[in-house]
């Protein structure tokens, strides 16, 4: 009710608050009557009806996509990658297999920083002679993706955070973004005794991010592990991170080139690219401050006090573009509405959101994940006020300082 009051008195609007509410009332109430529910039934019947959708979409995608198989589409990403593009995509765009232009490091550069700091661990399972065979052989996308679960972590914070000391704005240039499914050989580079064998490797990868798609944002690489599709839901999740990942990208490319004509571009890349988030509360001087937060805090704490502070969340807004493009496929993928919405069923909130609701899905009900729309409900709030497109644009300005002032 503060926050209502103070933006109520910057902005001039009244009742946000009471609209929002509204508005998920009557989403969550529509939807219950598309899946034949009312109010009164549990909380594991709502999410089983909202899967059971899920499931239905998912083995839809399955046959638009032309039934991929992620251990035959190593060299041609095919269907998947061409629709998730076109989805995306600006008439600017490349090739299919491949997104909009960006601002990235060099690949020449690229592996001048490798040769620097070379990585033992694949050099030793080829059998290569320095990094350059092994960028030749091998290539830059598949080894620096394949770098993120072959090498132990002290290697990659120490690779961060002296070789990207030394990046210049003109060690960047203009190129698409790639998308890149692993060759199966990797899994055994990763760990070839077994993904539980290692303190590191793909299974401890895949444990940390909860799935199979991952990107680098200075490379312009999104990239894929080529497990085995054998999950309900696991066509529909890695789709949508895909998605996600073509807006993900360019939004922090952007941001990338923006910086690159100002003071500190190595100070600012490498906050970009750990999504720093300010850690202590924020002095308010008389004035309303929004956070920016550019994780999903929740994942590491879900009491972090951040989150329960005024903030926006640039994932969140991601997400909302790539449930934006799903929904181009047809009227049974449109759920970007939902992002925002959820609601108790006894003692027990049950998200509604796609990405919550797949994820849970995927993870067989071991996990149920509640943060992708209680960030979107953020957003959706800061939106009401001000407009999506203002939120983007103070995300923008304000995401090295870490919060907007209102």
């Given at each position: 009710m503060d926050l209502e009051q103070k933006m109520s008195s910057i902005t001039g609007k009244r009742g946000v608050i009471e609209k929002i509410v509204e508005e998920n009332d009557l989403l969550v109430n529509r939807t219950l009557d598309e899946l034949g529910l009312s109010k009164e039934a549990g909380a594991k019947k709502v999410r089983d009806a909202l899967q059971a959708r899920l499931i239905h979409l998912d083995k839809e995608l399955f046959e638009i996509l032309d039934r991929p198989d992620l251990s035959k589409i190593s060299m041609v990403c095919?269907?998947?990658?061409?629709?998730?593009?076109?989805?995306?995509?600006?008439?600017?765009?490349?090739?299919?297999?491949?997104?909009?232009?960006?601002?990235?490091?060099?690949?020449?550069?690229?592996?001048?920083?490798?040769?620097?700091?070379?990585?033992?661990?694949l050099l030793d399972f080829f059998g290569y002679k320095d990094v350059r065979e092994l960028i030749d052989k091998e290539s830059l996308e598949s080894v620096f993706a394949a770098l993120r679960f072959t090498q132990n972590t002290e290697w990659m914070h120490k690779f961060f955070d002296e070789a990207y000391d030394n990046l210049k704005p003109e060690d960047f240039e203009e190129r698409p973004i790639q998308l890149k499914v692993l060759e199966e050989k990797w899994l055994g580079v990763a760990d070839p005794e077994g993904v539980a064998s290692r303190p590191y490797g793909v299974g401890k990868f895949l444990e940390k991010k909860y799935h199979n798609v991952s990107h680098l944002k200075e490379l312009g690489i999104i990239f894929i592990i080529p497990l085995k599709l054998d999950t309900p839901g696991e066509i529909l999740r890695i789709f949508t991170l895909l998605l996600h990942y073509l807006n993900e990208v360019p939004f922090y490319s952007k941001l990338f080139r923006r910086f690159s004509t100002g003071s500190d571009f190595v100070g600012r890349l490498k906050s970009l690219l750990r999504g720093d988030i300010l850690e202590g509360p924020l002095s308010d001087k008389g004035k309303l401050n929004w956070r920016i937060v550019q994780r999903y805090l929740a994942k590491d704490d879900e009491n972090d006090f951040r989150l329960f502070e005024p903030h926006v969340n640039p994932e969140a807004e991601h997400w909302f573009k790539a449930e934006e493009s799903l929904g181009k496929l047809g009227s049974g993928f449109l759920w970007k509405e939902l992002d925002f919405v959820g609601d108790f069923f006894g003692d027990e909130l049950v998200s509604f959101d796609l990405i919550d609701l797949v994820m849970t899905l995927v993870k067989k009900e071991e996990v149920k994940y509640l943060y992708h729309q209680e960030e979107a409900l953020w957003n959706k709030i800061f939106i009401e006020y001000l407009g999506r497109e203002k939120m983007n644009e103070l995300i923008e300005d304000n995401i090295i300082k870490g919060y907007i002032e209102l």
């Open positions: 095919g269907k998947m990658c061409e629709v998730a593009v076109n989805l995306v995509k600006e008439p600017s765009f490349a090739k299919a297999s491949e997104g909009t232009a960006g601002f990235f490091i060099k690949k020449d550069k690229a592996v001048e920083l490798l040769g620097e700091y070379p990585p033992q661990n």
